[in-house]
């Protein structure tokens, strides 16, 4: 039920774009409450992280395919590099060499042919639903990939949208478009410098209320949020209890505090307790 429609069709109307439903006030609704209610939802951890065995071994055969193809590919090349009926350029002397051997074996072997699982671009707003754009190789022996001109519409389950900001149909887009209007798009500024708005203190305020604390810092997201803030709140002689499937970013954060981590697993309340026992 992922794919919804699909051809050489507009993208739908502002008003039809298909999101979450929920009422005016913003709240969730009773059908959706009653969906997370229902046995969906009390679904085991162990079970709702485990990969199925034939996925799994599905998977790494498929890699292990691909991995011992290209290895002979290369072998062959190699021999015919004697010859000069290579057709890859390699590295010429006195340069040095973009990528490493895995990540050049990897590029040429493996990513190019799976290539259209990543990176897929889309046509519409990125919202619960999005219409991503349909591609195809342009030849066999190529790496190039040329869009179809269709497209399809497909549940949103990798996008930065957590709070729904995104949406078309946003129900606070008159405020939002209003802060726009009087402060921009954007500070074009750091916070120390001329980056502080109004609105900022406005928020930082809020949040520091809503936590019970004398004060709060809002910053923006990124990589170098947790990787730097987290060696400045703990150091050596800390403690961090850290998920298994927690971002790279936290995990880089946490390594260079030079604290001591904890890995739990992910979600489960029992494994953080016996983490901190």
């Known amino acids: ?55 799994a071994l599905t998977t790494y055969f498929s890699y292990a395919i691909l991995i011992s193809v290209g290895t002979l590919r ?45 990176n897929r671009p889309i046509c519409s707003a990125p919202g619960a639903w999005i219409d991503v754009m349909e591609r195809e190789f342009a030849e066999e022996q190529t790496s190039e990939m040329l869009l179809t001109g269709d497209h399809v519409t497909a549940l949103n389950l990798s996008s930065y949208n957590y709070l729904g900001f995104a949406e078309s149909d946003l129900e606070m887009r008159d405020e939002v478009c209003d802060v726009m209007s009087r402060l921009g798009v954007a500070s074009a500024s750091s916070r ?54 927690n971002h790279s970013s936290i995990v880089v954060g946490a390594r260079g505090s030079s604290a001591r981590i904890q890995v739990f697993k992910h979600n489960c309340p029992v494994s953080l307790e016996q983490r901190l026992r």
């Not at 350029?89 to 973009?98: M, R």
């Not at 809020?206 to 997201?221: D, Q, T």
């Open 1 to 55: 039920g992922l794919k919804q429609r699909k051809g050489k069709v507009p993208p739908l109307p502002l008003s039809k774009i298909p999101t979450y439903p929920s009422t005016k006030s913003g709240k969730t609704s009773k059908k959706v409450e009653e969906f997370w209610r229902s046995e969906f939802a009390t679904v085991n951890q162990e079970e709702e992280h485990t990969v199925p065995w034939i996925a």
């Open 74 to 118: 290369d072998m062959f090349d190699s021999m015919l590099s004697f010859f000069g009926w290579s057709r890859f350029v390699h590295t010429p002397p006195g340069y040095g060499k973009l990528l490493n051997d895995f990540q050049d074996f990897y590029t040429r072997r493996l990513y190019s042919r799976i290539q259209d699982c990543f």
């Open 192 to 245: 120390t410098e001329l980056g502080t708005t109004d609105a900022h203190k406005e928020l930082e305020e809020r949040v520091a209320a809503f936590v019970g604390k004398p004060a709060a810092l809002v910053f923006g997201m990124g990589f170098a949020t947790n990787s730097t803030v987290l060696p400045a709140l703990v150091g050596a002689g800390g403690l961090i209890l850290s998920d298994e499937l």
